[in-house]
C-alpha cells in the first residue's frame, strides 16, 4: 500500500507523540467533568483509539455513522446519517472526534443536530487534521493534531474507496490510484 502513495505526510511516531500532548491536554481540561466521546464513524476509528487511551480519565464511548464523500475525494456537499436516532447525551460533556476538517459540513450538521435534540452540557470538536481553506461554514475545532494543505490524504483511519485506513501513517495518494470522475 505504501506503493500507492506519492508523500508521507506523518509518519506513525509523529502521530503518536502529537497524540500524547492532546492526550495529557485532554485529561487536564475534562477533569471532573461527565465526559463522553462520540466518535464520528468510520475514519476516527484508530486516531480515537490511539488518543482515548491517552486520556486519563473515567469516560463513556458513544459513536455516530455519517458520510459526506460517497467515495470520491471532494465532498459531495450533503451529510448522510446512517442511524435515525442519535446517542443519549442529555447533560454530557461531549467531545466529538473526527478524522479531519475539510470543508465542515459534517462537524457542523453532527454539532447542530446535537445540540437541537440531546441537550449535552457542553459540545467541543476534536480532529486529527484540519486542511488550511475557505469553509462554505465556520466550524472551529477545539483539538487539532495536524493542520495540512488542501490535499486528499488517506492511512491512518482515512479511506479512499474504503482502502487505506489501516496504513498506520497519513500521505497523498498517487493520482493512477485515483479513479477518474
Ligand atoms: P467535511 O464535511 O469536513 O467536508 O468532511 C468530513 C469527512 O470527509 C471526513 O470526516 C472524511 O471522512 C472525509 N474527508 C475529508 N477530507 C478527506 C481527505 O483528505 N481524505 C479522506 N480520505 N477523507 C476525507
Not at 500532548?21 to 465526559?35: H, I, N
Not at 454539532?111 to 435534540?117: A, D, G, I, Q, V
Request: hydrophobic letters at 40%.
Amino acid at each position: 500500500m505504501h506503493s500507492h502513495l506519492d508523500a508521507i505526510l506523518f509518519h506513525e511516531t509523529t502521530i503518536l507523540s502529537r497524540l500524547d500532548e492532546l492526550g495529557r491536554q485532554l485529561t487536564v481540561d475534562y477533569a471532573g467533568r461527565d465526559l463522553t466521546v462520540l466518535l464520528v464513524l468510520h475514519g476516527s476509528l484508530f486516531f480515537a483509539a490511539d488518543l482515548l487511551r491517552r486520556i486519563n480519565l473515567p469516560l463513556q464511548l458513544t459513536s455516530l455513522s455519517v458520510s459526506s464523500y460517497h467515495g470520491g475525494t471532494e465532498s459531495a456537499g450533503t451529510v448522510t446519517f446512517h442511524q435515525p436516532a442519535l446517542p443519549d447525551l442529555r447533560g454530557r460533556h461531549v467531545l466529538i472526534v473526527d478524522d479531519i476538517l475539510d470543508t465542515g459540513l459534517t462537524l457542523d450538521s453532527i454539532r447542530r443536530r446535537l445540540e437541537e435534540e440531546c441537550q449535552p452540557a457542553s459540545t467541543r470538536l476534536c480532529v486529527l487534521l484540519e486542511k488550511r481553506r475557505p469553509r462554505p461554514v465556520e466550524v472551529r475545532p477545539d483539538y487539532v493534531g495536524f493542520r495540512i494543505e488542501d490535499a486528499f490524504v488517506v492511512g491512518y483511519g482515512l479511506d479512499y474507496q474504503g482502502h487505506y485506513r489501516n496504513l498506520p501513517l497519513i500521505g497523498t495518494l498517487r493520482k493512477e490510484f485515483i479513479v477518474a470522475g
